[in-house]
């Protein structure tokens, strides 16, 4: 398929990956599988195993970018490399327990390259934990009823375990970005500079045809577990309403 190549300014280089992987530019170069396909699952373990790859990746050179960054907040990434690793892990066991296997599907790199992009250790907080990892919050605990209803208990097990550590993920960022902003205001203009590149680099990937009508209820108690205020969440519900960066970070979880 021939498709226009990703303006530059908004993506930084692919991570590497190995030879089992085809990795494409865009979402709509990918097979996106309906629900009723017999193989609409696999696909979605299988891009969501190298989402969570690509988090452990953003978050390792959130360390190795920003080396002057407070202790505290190194070792919350350190903490959020290991629990990306094992979200992959359990991602790559239930798609292999499935009859799927690793490199059956291409694959997007779009959140390690929208977010190493970003030059500011804030603005990456806002994008990767704020907001990816928010709407991900959303999106598992739609997962988690989904699952149930179909009566599919182990994958709604791997996902309250997902929950509980993307809920931690979004707390801490949440905790540091307000942090920053009291040590200087100046930030603010970081995290909406941040904001903006991110909506317009995740609508290049993502096209109209990746985000229409992708979106999930707010999860108003994990996203109050997760650092946000009533006020927040309400203007979030707003956001997401008309802007679909937070709300597709991660496809239909079933
Ligand atoms: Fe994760
Ligand atoms: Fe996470």
């Known amino acids: 398929m021939n498709v226009d ?15 089992r992987f085809e990795v494409k530019e865009r979402w709509i170069e990918c097979p996106n599988l309906s629900g009723e396909h ?21 978050s390792a050179r959130c360390l190795t970018d920003f080396p002057e960054a407070d202790w505290e907040l190194r070792l919350e990434f350190a903490r959020q490399c290991a629990d990306e690793a094992r979200h992959a892990v359990m991602f790559r066991e239930i798609l292999e327990s499935r009859g ?5 599907f291409p694959v997007l790199n779009f959140q390690y390259r929208i977010i190493t992009k970003c030059p500011t250790l804030v603005g990456r907080l806002t994008i990767q934990n704020r907001s990816f990892e928010a709407g991900g919050i959303d999106a598992i605990t739609f997962g988690i009823s989904a699952a ?4 599919d208990f182990v994958l709604a097990e791997l996902y309250e375990a997902q929950l509980a550590d993307e809920i931690n993920h979004v707390r801490f960022a949440n905790h540091w970005i307000r942090r920053f902003i009291a040590e200087n205001r100046r930030c603010l203009l970081d995290i909406g500079a941040a904001l903006t590149h991110a909506s317009k680099a995740f609508l290049e990937v993502m096209g109209k045809e990746g985000t229409e009508g992708v979106t999930y209820p707010v999860d108003v108690t994990s996203r109050l577990d997760a650092g946000f205020t009533l006020n927040e969440i309400e203007l979030d519900d707003l956001i997401l309403a008309t802007h679909p960066t937070a709300a597709a970070s991660q496809p239909v979880p079933s």
């Open 100 to 104: 799927g296997h690793v490199g059956q």
């Open 148 to 151: 149930k209803a179909e009566g």
């Open 38 to 58: 017999p193989q609409h699952q696999l696909e979605f373990f299988q891009r969501q195993m190298n989402e969570e790859v690509n988090s452990i990746e953003s």
């Open 5 to 19: 190549a990703l303006t530059p300014e908004y993506f930084a280089d692919n991570p590497a990956r190995d030879a």
